[in-house]
């Protein structure tokens, strides 16, 4: 099969149990929680998305024709350091189109693989990291994995029922009000005062946007 992808790029991880490790990040283009569309984000289930996942325009970006073209554009942007590859597959929602010619042709150049989904679809234990990001008011099927994040607040968010779930790291995250300034006070705020009262919870921050990372 074909991939769209929105981008493709080197960075740090900003978020969770891997903040600040050098990554590759591959983020394809379309999500089932939302079209990407300003016009559908007040009737989406998920209307809080702070990324731009729509087309194929983005740095790296493109239509390709199979798995082995996507390893080695990403080993490319790695660059010719062998030790230790490390990818982030992102989106949108990447279990859309992740498969496992895809996998298998990632590991075949080297790389560790983490995935950030929402969780509304099956991930492969073959990924070698798997970060689930709920949504209030979408059915999450996957409830096992490395680490569970959760983007606070969210109402109706059956967060008491996640802390069963079968993930190693539980952490909550800040929810991005873009232009916002008094509702990310407000939100950090509150996921603060969160991981204080339940402390199987840990903060997690989006720190490239701290540090002006992509």
Request: with cysteine; glycine share 8%.
């Amino acid at each position: 099969m074909s991939y769209a992808v929105k981008e493709m790029f080197l960075t740090l991880q900003g978020e969770g149990v891997h903040c600040g490790r050098r990554a590759v990040f591959l983020r394809f283009s379309g999500c089932n929680l939302w079209t990407g569309l300003e016009k559908d984000r007040s009737s989406a289930v998920c209307q809080f998305c702070d990324t731009d996942f729509v087309g194929m325009d983005g740095d790296g970006g493109g239509r390709f024709v199979d798995a082995n073209a996507i390893a080695e554009s990403v080993t490319a942007i790695w660059g010719r350091s062998e030790t230790r590859r490390f990818i982030v597959i992102t989106g949108g929602e990447p279990m859309l189109q992740v498969d496992d010619e895809l996998i298998d042709a990632l590991h075949d150049h080297g790389f560790e693989i983490a995935i950030e989904s929402n969780g509304t679809l099956a991930v492969p234990r073959s990924i070698d990291w798997i970060c689930i990001s709920p949504k209030a008011g979408s059915e999450t099927v996957q409830k096992s994995g490395d680490e569970l994040k959760l983007v606070w607040p969210q109402s109706n968010s059956a967060w008491k029922e996640m802390q069963e779930w079968d993930f190693a790291h539980h952490l909550i995250q800040p929810m991005d009000a873009r232009d916002d300034e008094k509702a990310n006070i407000a939100n950090l705020q509150s996921a603060i005062e969160f991981v204080q009262t339940n402390p199987k919870w840990r903060l997690s921050l989006q720190t490239h946007k701290i540090l002006g990372l992509a």
